[in-house]
């Protein structure tokens, strides 16, 4: 079984410049997380799907992220316009709700480098 | 601002050293989770602890989930060196309304262990 794919694995964009990112969660799993990880540090939450739904985005910065699950499948985030502080790694995670396990599948992130 | 307070932030020991990494808080969490990360990679959950007062072994590594669900250890018998990388606890707020959930991240041990 495919783990969670996301793509690019690298990008490295000027300042100011727009860039998306794509995330494939495993099949069948409704819930879908996009996290912000800073260097030697944990995750933190930036929004969660269920299904096509974003169900959590309050840590979400809306004037410059937005992202968008419209079959509720894959997914992706975007920035416009890129800050030099949004260079980190942009993971994303995938759970099934009804399996009474609250398990998150990660997958290998995108290393975002802004300049 | 980090819920899930970890230490030590690095730690760097010889093969067949013992260690202990420690996750603090003041909440209390419905489960909590330790996940290992290497370079590159995603999170990868090594085990999920739910009671108070529970211990898990995993081969080396044996887990415990403090008494009040609040904190949560690791302990790593005789490290090896594919022991290395990032470990980092979550802990996991059960949302009734909806039956979904919040993980909340610590902020990170980096271990590394040499020959």
């Known amino acids: 079984e495919a783990g969670v794919v996301q793509s690019p694995r690298y990008k490295i964009i000027e300042k100011k410049q727009p860039v998306a990112f794509w995330c494939n969660p495993i099949s069948g799993h409704n819930t879908l997380y996009w996290y912000l990880q800073n260097l030697g540090q944990g995750p933190e939450l930036l929004i969660r799907y269920e299904n096509e739904e974003a169900v959590d985005d309050s840590q979400l910065p809306k004037d410059r992220f937005s992202a968008e699950r419209l079959k509720g499948v894959d997914s992706t985030l975007k920035i416009q316009p890129a800050e030099l502080g949004d260079s980190a790694v942009y993971l994303c995670?995938?759970?099934?709700?009804?399996?009474?396990?609250?398990?998150?599948?990660f997958g290998p992130g995108t290393r975002l480098t802004v300049t | 601002t980090q819920l899930l307070e970890q230490s030590p932030q690095f730690l760097s020991i010889q093969e067949g050293e013992n260690l202990t990494v420690y996750c603090n808080s003041s909440?209390?969490?419905?489960?909590l989770q330790w996940y290992r990360q290497e370079p590159g990679e995603g999170p990868v959950l090594l085990v999920t602890v739910v009671t108070g007062g529970e211990v898990k072994k995993l081969k080396r590594l044996t887990f415990q989930f403090g008494d009040a669900r609040k904190d949560s250890s690791l302990h790593i018998t005789a490290a090896q060196p594919g022991d290395t990388g990032l470990y980092l606890c979550?802990?996991?707020?059960?949302?009734?309304?909806?039956?979904?959930?919040?993980?909340?991240f610590g902020t990170g041990t980096r271990l590394q262990v040499f020959p």
């Open positions: 909440s209390v969490f419905s489960s």
């Open positions: 979550a802990g996991e707020r059960r949302l009734w309304l909806d039956n979904t959930d919040k993980l909340i």
């Open positions: 995670a995938s759970s099934f709700k009804g399996s009474g396990s609250y398990e998150q599948y």
